[in-house]
């Protein structure tokens, strides 16, 4: 396992990341409303890349991104690490919880790379989003959900909820399975530092990163599976064990 960083080397880190930050808000102001929309792609891709970087954070990519849509991704879901390092892969439009419009500086980033939000406890909202996602994946654009809902230990999946695939069923679109891991530089094995579970706090999960060395982000991608005349349940269930079996160490995508 790496040697962690001071206090010093983490608080210098922090510094830089709310410069990145701060820096990102007055580019969204400025420069988002005159870019194409294959320009917005490229200065998030690069932003979020710089920001693992301050971060200490390496990103790994096996597997072939999607390049264009429509494709409907489903990864699971380990950390708030997790949209960055899928935008430094390949930038997407996400669904998000409804709470990240409630938070001032995030919601800014959020909504310039085009956010949906769901209020996850409603039925009607679920409902509004689908229609909402169909819609953007006929323009074709590529999504991205987290169908655990929330974060996991990053060994053991989540149940999949299958909502958001009917999405995909009635706009005739692929879904890709993602799998999303976090390991040691140079032992290969899963690091905990980015985890965001159980009873720790966003801050905890913060500085453990920010403390952390030889971090690795892996973002494995399968190969885009269509419904073929599947239901939506029985889809999202196929698709959990593909991400489950990208999850295993030594498992090359198909």
Partial sequence: MSAGRSRVGALWRLVRAIGHVLHGLWVIRSEFGQLTPGQTQLMVREWTRQMLGILGVELVVQGTPPAHGPVLQV??????????????????????????????????????????????????????????????????????????????????????????????????APALP????????????????P?????????????????????????????????QGRDRRTWVQDLRTEVARLLQPGQAPH
């Fill in 75 to 172: 990864a699971n879901h380990v950390s708030w690490l997790d949209i960055l390092v899928m935008n430094a892969a390949q930038p997407s439009r996400f669904v998000s919880k409804s709470d990240v419009r409630h938070w001032p500086v995030i919601r800014g980033l959020a909504d310039a790379s085009g956010t949906l939000y769901i209020e996850r406890e409603s039925r009607r909202d679920a409902m509004r989003v689908v229609h909402q996602v169909a819609e953007r994946l006929r323009t074709p654009d590529v999504i991205s959900v987290f169908p655990e809902g929330t974060t996991g230990d990053g060994q053991t999946l989540l149940t999949f909820h299958a909502n958001l695939l009917q999405a995909a069923i009635a706009a005739g």
């Fill in 195 to 227: 985890l965001y579970i159980g009873d720790t706090t966003l801050m905890q999960s913060l500085w453990a990163t920010l403390r952390a060395d030889g971090v690795q982000a892996v973002v494995r991608y399968g190969e885009p599976q269509r419904d």
């Fill in 178 to 193: 993602v799998a999303l891991r976090y390991a040691d530089r140079d032992s290969g094995q899963r690091c905990d530092a």
